[in-house]
Structures are given as C-alpha cells and as structure tokens.
Nanobody
Framework: QVQVVESGGGLVPPGGSLTLSCTVSGVKFSDFLIGWYRQTPGQERQSIATIFIGGNTWYSDSVTGRFTISRDNARNTVNLQMNNVKPEDAGVYYC?????????WGQGTQVTVSS
C-alpha cells in the first residue's frame, strides 16, 4: 500500500522559514518525480515545486529564489525548505508522487503565515 505523508507545517511569521517533509512508502521512490502543491480556500491546487528523478528541479515564479526542494532517495523523503515566507505562501501543502500511470497524494499539511 502506498503511503504519502506530509509533515512540518505550522505557524510561521512573515520573513521566517519552515521546512516541509514528504515521506513515501510502498513504491520504488527513485522511479518517481515528486511535486509540492499549495491550495488555498476556493482555489485549485497549484504546483509550486517539482524535483525530477535525476534531481533537476522546477519552481513556480512565486517561490523561485525562496523555496528549495530536495530529495533523499535513501530515506524516501522530499523536503521543501521555505525561506523568506510571505503571507501569500499560506495554505495547505500537498505532496504528489508521480510517474506515468501512477499518481499518489498525501493528506496535506497546513502552513499559516502570521506575526
């Protein structure tokens, strides 16, 4: 059974930092690309960062230069380091584990930005 578990969310002040983690079990982790998505009330889930099988990364314009995605294939974990957090970064963050024909989501972790 595939399990995708996000953790690390919480309250962070504007300008602060937070690290989210996504731990995956039940699949050969190194065969999948991993993406982080953010969803706010009334809005569709939006892709903000992706790390590919070979380690290449992609970021949305809204987080480029502030967020860093990394993967540890030995620990089946992907981290999202969030720096200089802005109020618009608030939302529920989801991890997606994907390859052609397979897509798995976690339950999400809430990030609240407030002083």
């Amino acid at each position: 059974q595939v399990q995708v578990v996000e953790s690390g969310g919480g309250l962070v002040p504007p300008g602060g930092s937070l690290t989210l983690s996504c731990t995956v079990s039940g699949v050969k982790f190194s065969d999948f690309l991993i993406g982080w998505y953010r969803q706010t009330p009334g809005q569709e889930r939006q892709s903000i960062a992706t790390i590919f099988i070979g380690g290449n990364t992609w970021y949305s314009d809204s987080v480029t230069g502030r967020f860093t995605i990394s993967r540890d294939n030995a620990r089946n974990t992907v981290n999202l380091q969030m720096n200089n957090v802005k109020p618009e970064d608030a939302g529920v963050y989801y991890c997606n584990v994907w390859r052609s024909g397979d897509s798995y989501w976690g339950q999400g972790t809430q990030v609240t930005v407030s002083s």
